[in-house]
Protein backbone atom coordinates (compact mmCIF):
# COMPACT_ATOMS: atom_id res chain seq x y z
CA UNK A 1 0.00 0.00 0.00
CA UNK A 2 1.36 3.60 -0.78
CA UNK A 3 1.94 5.28 2.49
CA UNK A 4 1.78 8.31 1.12
CA UNK A 5 -2.11 7.98 0.83
CA UNK A 6 -3.60 9.11 4.24
CA UNK A 7 -4.76 6.27 6.00
CA UNK A 8 -8.49 7.01 7.45
CA UNK A 9 -7.88 8.01 11.69
CA UNK A 10 -8.49 4.85 13.72
CA UNK A 11 -11.74 5.32 15.48
CA UNK A 12 -10.46 6.45 19.56
CA UNK A 13 -11.34 3.63 21.51
CA UNK A 14 -14.90 4.33 24.42
CA UNK A 15 -12.48 5.19 27.18
CA UNK A 16 -10.61 7.88 25.02
CA UNK A 17 -13.27 9.11 23.96
CA UNK A 18 -15.18 10.00 27.11
CA UNK A 19 -11.56 10.61 28.77
CA UNK A 20 -11.51 13.44 26.16
CA UNK A 21 -15.07 14.52 25.76
CA UNK A 22 -14.44 16.01 29.36
CA UNK A 23 -11.39 17.19 29.54
CA UNK A 24 -12.23 20.26 29.84
CA UNK A 25 -14.91 20.02 31.98
CA UNK A 26 -12.08 18.20 34.44
CA UNK A 27 -9.91 21.71 34.45
CA UNK A 28 -12.75 23.51 34.96
CA UNK A 29 -14.02 21.34 37.96
CA UNK A 30 -10.28 21.25 39.32
CA UNK A 31 -9.65 24.91 38.74
CA UNK A 32 -12.91 25.43 40.57
CA UNK A 33 -12.90 28.24 43.55
CA UNK A 34 -14.05 26.11 46.21
CA UNK A 35 -11.47 23.36 45.22
CA UNK A 36 -8.75 26.24 44.90
CA UNK A 37 -9.49 27.30 47.87
CA UNK A 38 -9.23 23.89 49.80
CA UNK A 39 -6.60 22.76 48.41
CA UNK A 40 -4.85 25.88 48.55
CA UNK A 41 -5.30 25.44 52.64
CA UNK A 42 -7.71 29.06 52.39
CA UNK A 43 -10.41 27.14 54.19
CA UNK A 44 -11.04 25.20 57.18
CA UNK A 45 -12.52 22.03 58.02
CA UNK A 46 -15.40 22.67 58.38
CA UNK A 47 -15.82 23.61 54.39
CA UNK A 48 -13.91 20.23 54.13
CA UNK A 49 -16.51 17.84 56.40
CA UNK A 50 -19.20 20.29 54.73
CA UNK A 51 -17.83 18.95 51.15
CA UNK A 52 -17.60 15.31 52.46
CA UNK A 53 -21.18 15.63 53.47
CA UNK A 54 -22.48 16.08 49.87
CA UNK A 55 -20.03 13.27 48.71
CA UNK A 56 -21.93 11.13 50.86
CA UNK A 57 -25.29 11.93 49.61
CA UNK A 58 -24.29 11.67 45.91
CA UNK A 59 -22.57 8.61 46.85
CA UNK A 60 -25.85 6.81 48.41
CA UNK A 61 -27.58 7.57 45.26
CA UNK A 62 -24.55 5.58 42.64
CA UNK A 63 -24.71 2.88 45.75
CA UNK A 64 -28.42 2.12 46.90
CA UNK A 65 -28.74 2.11 42.70
CA UNK A 66 -25.56 -0.46 42.49
CA UNK A 67 -27.34 -3.65 43.57
CA UNK A 68 -30.79 -3.73 41.13
CA UNK A 69 -27.75 -3.40 38.32
CA UNK A 70 -25.46 -6.14 39.04
CA UNK A 71 -27.04 -8.23 36.22
CA UNK A 72 -27.48 -5.29 33.91
CA UNK A 73 -25.45 -6.39 30.35
CA UNK A 74 -23.93 -2.52 30.12
CA UNK A 75 -23.69 -1.55 33.88
CA UNK A 76 -22.97 -4.67 35.48
CA UNK A 77 -19.54 -4.83 35.10
CA UNK A 78 -18.80 -1.64 36.80
CA UNK A 79 -20.44 -2.53 40.39
CA UNK A 80 -17.41 -3.81 41.99
CA UNK A 81 -17.38 -4.36 45.95
CA UNK A 82 -14.27 -2.89 46.19
CA UNK A 83 -15.36 0.31 45.00
CA UNK A 84 -17.99 1.04 47.87
CA UNK A 85 -17.41 4.54 49.52
CA UNK A 86 -20.52 4.76 51.52
CA UNK A 87 -19.25 2.86 54.59
CA UNK A 88 -15.50 5.29 54.26
CA UNK A 89 -17.81 8.32 54.50
CA UNK A 90 -20.06 7.68 57.24
CA UNK A 91 -16.63 6.63 58.81
CA UNK A 92 -15.17 9.99 58.53
CA UNK A 93 -18.15 12.34 58.74
CA UNK A 94 -18.89 11.02 62.30
CA UNK A 95 -14.99 11.62 62.97
CA UNK A 96 -15.47 15.33 61.12
CA UNK A 97 -18.96 16.15 62.59
CA UNK A 98 -19.56 13.84 65.54
CA UNK A 99 -21.96 10.82 66.53
CA UNK A 100 -25.17 12.73 65.51
CA UNK A 101 -23.76 13.96 61.83
CA UNK A 102 -26.36 11.81 60.45
CA UNK A 103 -29.38 14.18 62.10
CA UNK A 104 -27.86 17.17 61.16
CA UNK A 105 -26.54 16.61 57.28
CA UNK A 106 -28.58 18.45 55.00
CA UNK A 107 -28.50 18.65 50.79
CA UNK A 108 -27.31 21.37 49.00
CA UNK A 109 -29.26 22.56 45.95
CA UNK A 110 -26.93 21.23 43.90
CA UNK A 111 -25.98 18.03 45.43
CA UNK A 112 -30.15 17.20 45.24
CA UNK A 113 -30.03 17.75 41.85
CA UNK A 114 -26.77 15.81 41.21
CA UNK A 115 -28.31 12.35 43.39
CA UNK A 116 -31.27 12.75 41.98
CA UNK A 117 -29.82 12.56 38.38
CA UNK A 118 -27.70 10.05 39.46
CA UNK A 119 -30.86 8.01 40.99
CA UNK A 120 -32.81 8.20 37.94
CA UNK A 121 -29.95 7.14 35.82
CA UNK A 122 -29.66 3.96 38.52
CA UNK A 123 -33.61 3.51 37.92
CA UNK A 124 -33.82 3.79 34.42
CA UNK A 125 -30.68 3.96 32.07
CA UNK A 126 -27.79 2.07 32.72
CA UNK A 127 -25.65 3.36 30.14
CA UNK A 128 -26.35 6.93 31.77
CA UNK A 129 -25.37 4.96 35.35
CA UNK A 130 -22.06 3.84 34.12
CA UNK A 131 -21.24 7.39 32.82
CA UNK A 132 -21.63 8.88 36.51
CA UNK A 133 -20.00 5.71 37.30
CA UNK A 134 -17.12 6.46 35.69
CA UNK A 135 -16.51 10.47 36.85
CA UNK A 136 -16.60 9.73 40.59
CA UNK A 137 -15.22 6.49 40.84
CA UNK A 138 -11.98 6.89 37.96
CA UNK A 139 -11.80 10.84 39.69
CA UNK A 140 -11.46 9.18 43.34
CA UNK A 141 -8.73 7.05 41.83
CA UNK A 142 -7.08 9.35 40.45
CA UNK A 143 -7.17 13.20 41.62
CA UNK A 144 -8.31 12.14 44.76
CA UNK A 145 -5.23 11.30 46.03
CA UNK A 146 -3.63 14.37 45.79
CA UNK A 147 -6.66 15.59 48.23
CA UNK A 148 -6.60 12.99 50.25
CA UNK A 149 -2.64 14.23 50.68
CA UNK A 150 -3.33 18.02 50.87
CA UNK A 151 -6.71 17.25 53.62
CA UNK A 152 -4.18 14.73 55.87
CA UNK A 153 -1.58 17.86 55.78
CA UNK A 154 -3.84 20.66 55.94
CA UNK A 155 -5.82 19.63 58.77
CA UNK A 156 -4.14 16.73 60.53
CA UNK A 157 -5.65 13.45 59.70
CA UNK A 158 -3.61 10.33 60.28
CA UNK A 159 -2.59 8.84 57.23
CA UNK A 160 -5.64 7.20 55.38
CA UNK A 161 -7.02 7.33 58.54
CA UNK A 162 -10.47 8.61 60.05
CA UNK A 163 -11.27 11.63 57.92
CA UNK A 164 -9.87 10.49 54.84
CA UNK A 165 -11.04 7.24 54.18
CA UNK A 166 -13.07 7.99 51.50
CA UNK A 167 -10.03 8.42 49.27
CA UNK A 168 -8.59 5.01 50.48
CA UNK A 169 -9.26 1.78 48.90
CA UNK A 170 -8.60 -0.55 50.82
CA UNK A 171 -9.31 -3.46 48.63
CA UNK A 172 -7.23 -1.86 45.47
CA UNK A 173 -4.00 -2.76 45.61
CA UNK A 174 -2.41 -1.31 42.47
CA UNK A 175 -4.79 1.65 41.52
CA UNK A 176 -3.21 2.36 38.38
CA UNK A 177 -3.97 -1.67 37.19
CA UNK A 178 -6.93 -1.52 38.29
CA UNK A 179 -7.42 1.80 36.14
CA UNK A 180 -6.46 -0.05 33.29
CA UNK A 181 -9.15 -2.88 33.93
CA UNK A 182 -11.40 -0.38 34.38
CA UNK A 183 -11.05 1.46 30.66
CA UNK A 184 -10.95 -1.93 29.23
CA UNK A 185 -14.37 -2.29 30.74
CA UNK A 186 -15.04 1.37 29.06
CA UNK A 187 -13.93 0.03 25.77
CA UNK A 188 -16.06 -3.07 26.19
CA UNK A 189 -19.05 -0.70 26.00
CA UNK A 190 -18.59 -0.80 22.46
CA UNK A 191 -19.86 -4.33 22.51
CA UNK A 192 -22.41 -4.01 24.93
CA UNK A 193 -23.80 -0.34 23.23
CA UNK A 194 -23.36 -1.32 19.38
CA UNK A 195 -25.60 1.95 19.08
CA UNK A 196 -22.85 4.89 18.20
CA UNK A 197 -25.45 7.45 18.82
CA UNK A 198 -26.55 5.73 22.46
CA UNK A 199 -22.59 5.82 22.96
CA UNK A 200 -22.48 9.62 22.38
CA UNK A 201 -25.56 10.06 24.79
CA UNK A 202 -23.34 8.42 27.54
CA UNK A 203 -20.40 10.89 26.68
CA UNK A 204 -22.98 13.73 27.13
CA UNK A 205 -23.97 12.24 30.15
CA UNK A 206 -20.30 11.80 31.60
CA UNK A 207 -20.40 15.86 30.50
CA UNK A 208 -23.62 16.47 33.09
CA UNK A 209 -22.20 15.00 35.68
CA UNK A 210 -19.18 16.95 35.59
CA UNK A 211 -21.45 20.24 35.63
CA UNK A 212 -23.41 18.81 38.74
CA UNK A 213 -20.06 18.50 40.06
CA UNK A 214 -18.88 22.13 39.57
CA UNK A 215 -22.47 22.78 40.46
CA UNK A 216 -22.18 21.15 43.90
CA UNK A 217 -18.80 23.42 44.60
CA UNK A 218 -20.46 26.50 43.41
CA UNK A 219 -22.82 26.11 46.08
CA UNK A 220 -19.95 25.29 48.28
CA UNK A 221 -18.09 28.27 47.08
CA UNK A 222 -21.32 30.58 48.26
CA UNK A 223 -21.47 29.22 51.69
CA UNK A 224 -17.44 29.30 52.13
CA UNK A 225 -16.20 32.21 50.84
CA UNK A 226 -12.73 32.50 51.84
CA UNK A 227 -11.50 35.33 53.25
CA UNK A 228 -9.10 37.02 50.71
C1 LIG B 1 -8.59 19.35 42.60
C2 LIG B 1 -9.29 18.40 42.16
C3 LIG B 1 -8.81 17.38 41.18
C4 LIG B 1 -7.55 17.00 40.87
C5 LIG B 1 -6.24 17.51 41.44
C6 LIG B 1 -7.66 15.97 39.86
C7 LIG B 1 -6.59 15.32 39.27
C8 LIG B 1 -6.68 14.28 38.38
C9 LIG B 1 -5.55 13.62 37.76
C10 LIG B 1 -4.08 13.95 38.03
C11 LIG B 1 -6.04 12.68 36.93
C12 LIG B 1 -5.24 11.78 36.00
C13 LIG B 1 -4.95 10.44 36.57
C14 LIG B 1 -4.49 9.44 35.53
O1 LIG B 1 -4.28 9.75 34.35
O2 LIG B 1 -4.36 8.29 35.93
C15 LIG B 1 -7.49 12.73 37.04
C16 LIG B 1 -8.34 11.91 36.38
C17 LIG B 1 -9.70 11.96 36.51
N1 LIG B 1 -10.45 12.85 37.26
FE1 LIG B 1 -9.72 14.32 38.38
N2 LIG B 1 -8.97 15.74 39.60
C18 LIG B 1 -9.70 16.59 40.38
C19 LIG B 1 -11.05 16.74 40.43
C20 LIG B 1 -11.93 15.92 39.76
C21 LIG B 1 -13.36 16.02 39.83
C22 LIG B 1 -14.14 17.03 40.67
C23 LIG B 1 -13.86 15.04 39.06
C24 LIG B 1 -15.29 14.69 38.77
C25 LIG B 1 -16.16 14.58 39.69
C26 LIG B 1 -12.73 14.31 38.48
C27 LIG B 1 -12.82 13.23 37.65
C28 LIG B 1 -11.76 12.58 37.07
C29 LIG B 1 -11.88 11.44 36.18
C30 LIG B 1 -13.18 10.79 35.73
C31 LIG B 1 -10.60 11.05 35.83
C32 LIG B 1 -10.20 9.89 34.94
C33 LIG B 1 -9.89 10.37 33.52
C34 LIG B 1 -9.55 9.17 32.64
O3 LIG B 1 -8.40 8.75 32.69
O4 LIG B 1 -10.44 8.65 31.96
N3 LIG B 1 -11.59 14.88 38.93
N4 LIG B 1 -7.83 13.71 37.94
Same mark, same amino acid.
Given at each position: ????????????? @?? *?????????????? %???? @??? +???????? =???????? %????? =???????????????????? @???????? #?????? $?????????????????????????????????????????????????????????????????????? +??????? @??????????????? %??? $????? *???? /???????????????????? #?? /? +??????????
Amino acid at each position: MDSAIPQPTAPLS @FS *TLIRTASHEQHTEA %ETST @FMS +DLLGGRLG =VDAYARYT %EQLWF =VYRALEDGAEALREDPVAGP @FIKTELLR #VAELER $DLAHLRGADWRERATALPATAAYAARVEECARTWPGGYVAHHYTRYLGDLSGGQIIRGRAEKAWGFARKG +DGVRFYV @FEGISNPAAFKRGYR %ELL $DRIEV *TVPD /QLERHRIVDECKRAFALNTA #VF /Q +DLATEFPHAA
